[in-house]
């Protein structure tokens, strides 16, 4: 009896070992895929999560540009400690205008356009969005979650004891974060969005066929990533196979747990739902977000009180630089007559 048992299995034994051997093998695709899928969307969703040091750096202030600001702290409504300079008006203020800039720069480079508000009578407060600057925070969205920075701000005003209206102005991710503010608060009375954009995944789309497209490397680096390192470019390259921005999506999740959707944080519901005037200011030659997404937002927007001022020649934020006159003269005056109601 035991010679035959032992026979059994020795016959046996070798059949379920190639079972097995087959079945990982079967598996190993798979395997595969659940690991290439899980690292392309941490790398991806890692390029807003952590400590960047290119969004720090801060070698400006107020005085540089004749202003004399104070330095605030406040925190979102979220509690995430920021920053930002509260530059008063020159002479009765119409108004409180919070101001905040694009996703790879700090509150300093919204100090000229700081200036010609704060000299055309208005009081300003100059924001560090979330993991910027000298805010805190250790990460960050496509103005998702940034609109609670600027909520945070709305609220710092009030505390404040200023009496006056209150209108949001931002650039790029601070433009789709004062729209989604906007759309949450009764309190603002005007928006001006520079540069906006449709969402994240349609910038993530322009900006990897700009990171692996060798005819684009010369147009320089942004702060989100240097194409110029073949690892960078290769993992960016890796981001056209179907499927990953949802991958991106669910890391993103599971790190920080908040949900932005398969679109990465759309503007366009807030837009439909924003209740007061609102200025959209695009460059014609702007490849990130091409004037065609910026009249899909304007077109989003209900209001009869809304206006489109369109710069040639503007490349991404780039319609302050090409025209500052032109370009105060329309903020001002959309301000001035949203305000004034």
């Known amino acids: 009896m035991n010679s035959s048992a032992s026979e059994i299995v020795t016959r046996t034994n070798p059949r379920k070992r190639r079972f097995r051997l087959w079945r990982w093998l079967a598996a190993l695709p798979l395997v595969l895929l659940v690991l290439f899928y899980s690292a392309v969307g941490y790398w991806g969703s890692g390029l807003m999560i952590g400590e960047k040091p290119q969004w720090r750096g801060m070698n400006r202030a107020p005085r540089d540009f004749g202003l004399e600001g104070e330095t605030v702290s406040f925190p979102a409504t979220d509690g995430v400690p920021l920053k930002a300079w509260w530059l008063s008006a020159a002479g009765p203020a119409r ?19 700081a200036a010609f508000l704060v000299h055309g009578g208005y009081n300003v407060l100059d924001v560090d969005l979330r993991g910027h600057g000298e805010s805190g925070g250790w990460f960050v969205s496509p103005g998702l ?22 209108a949001l102005f931002g650039v790029c991710e601070g433009g789709v974060a004062a729209i989604n503010a906007a759309a949450e608060s009764p309190e603002v009375r005007a928006v001006v969005s520079d540069s906006a954009f449709l969402s994240g995944r349609a910038v993530f789309g322009r900006l990897r066929d700009y ?7 010369s147009r320089g680096r942004t702060g989100i ?27 993103y999740y599971l790190r920080t747990g908040v949900w932005l959707g398969l679109d990465l944080a759309s503007v ?54 090409s025209a500052p006159e032109l370009y105060r003269d329309a903020v001002l005056g959309f301000l001035d007559r949203s305000l004034k109601r």
């Open 225 to 251: 990533a240097d194409p110029s390192k073949p690892l960078v470019r290769a993992m960016w390259a890796a981001t056209y196979t179907p499927g990953i921005v949802p991958s991106i999506v669910l890391v």
């Open 95 to 113: 108004g409180t205008v919070i101001i905040a800039p694009g996703g790879d720069y700090t509150r300093q480079v919204m100090l000229p356009r």
């Open 145 to 166: 979650v940034e609109r609670r920075d600027v909520l945070g701000a709305i609220r710092y005003v009030q505390v404040r004891g200023e009496r006056g209206p209150i």
């Open 268 to 321: 366009l519901p807030a837009a439909a739902r924003v209740a007061c005037p609102v200025l959209i200011i695009s460059g014609e030659a702007d490849w990130i977000v091409p004037p065609a997404d910026a009249r899909t937002i304007f077109a989003a927007i209900p209001r009869p009180r809304k206006e489109f001022r369109s710069f040639p020649k503007a490349g991404h934020d780039g319609a302050y630089a």
């Open 211 to 217: 990171f692996v497209s060798d005819a684009k490397q």
